[in-house]
């Protein structure tokens, strides 16, 4: 029971930091000036670059940070002059809903308009005719599905997909103060940002010091001072395995990549997360 309190709580905290940070983005965001940009001024005229707004701009955001990777569409969109309609992620719409409901009392009518549904809803904002942009942000397989929508009205396009990111460590990298670094940069939120580790490339003469820094039980408390991290709870879909953390525990223990000393690499763990995250 203790451990199912601290997770629950380690969940909210997470959800309060978003909840900040969503605000902090809104206020430095709020504070950009769109100039008139003056591309010529002689004695035979004035040539000025004024951006006008395109209209109505639609959004399709993801779960994984519902409200960090939904705000800055909308102020980008309000800020050049522009009305919206987002479409949260069916998984995750509450937190967006609630944002527009607040926004409502102080927005006119009609320029924030959130609508909730699955694939099909995301399909009719992109073909919409009425609808001169579209911001996506996900995954690359609906990246793709995005652009091909949006192709018959020749609409602007904002991609944001997932990457397949690196971290590179260095010769004259200190393996003990950035073991912590990496796990955390490959386990945050689960390991569900796009941005996370998916692969580690380390100079061979470091190779042996961060597999060591980074194992599984190098100490008794290494692991598992970390494995907040790792937590899955909450999973985002059934097709995710659901299991408790002794079990994540027991299969990571058993992995075929763990050395004679039962340490678990980094490396291993990086493959572990891929094997829970298909």
């Not at 980094?266 to 829970?276: C, G, P, Q």
């Amino acid at each position: 029971r203790l451990d199912e309190y601290r997770a629950i709580s380690e969940r909210l905290a997470r959800a309060r930091d978003e909840v900040l940070r969503a605000a902090t983005q809104l206020q430095s965001l709020a504070a950009v000036e769109v100039p008139v940009e003056v591309l010529r001024q002689d004695a035979d005229g004035r040539i000025e670059l004024h951006h006008r707004p395109l209209g109505v701009v639609g959004a399709i955001t993801p779960w994984n940070m519902p409200l960090v990777l939904c705000l800055p569409k909308i102020t980008h969109a309000l800020l050049t002059g522009n009305t919206i309609v987002v479409k949260p992620s069916p998984y995750t719409p509450l937190s967006a809903l609630r944002f527009a409901q607040k926004a409502q009392s102080v927005l006119p009518s009609g320029v924030l308009n959130m609508v909730s549904g699955g694939n099909e809803l995301g399909r009719a904002l992109a073909e919409h005719a009425d609808i001169n942009k579209i911001s996506f942000t996900g995954s690359g397989a609906t990246g793709k599905k995005v652009m091909a929508s949006s192709a018959g009205t020749l609409k602007r396009l904002t991609l944001e997909l997932g990457g397949n990111d690196a971290a590179i460590v260095l010769a004259d990298a200190d393996p003990e103060a950035i073991a912590q670094q990496l796990f955390h940069s490959a386990f945050a939120n689960s390991g569900q940002v796009c941005m996370a580790i998916k692969r580690l490339y380390v100079h061979a003469s470091l190779h042996a010091a961060i597999c060591a820094a980074a194992s599984f039980e190098k100490s008794s408390t290494i692991f598992f001072s970390w494995s907040r991290y790792l937590s899955i709870a909450g999973v985002i879909s059934m097709k995710s395995p659901l299991l408790p953390m002794s079990a994540v525990r027991a299969r990571a223990k058993s992995a075929s990549t763990a050395g004679s000393s039962g340490y678990l690499s980094f490396s291993s763990l990086i493959r572990f997360r891929a094997s829970l995250s298909s």
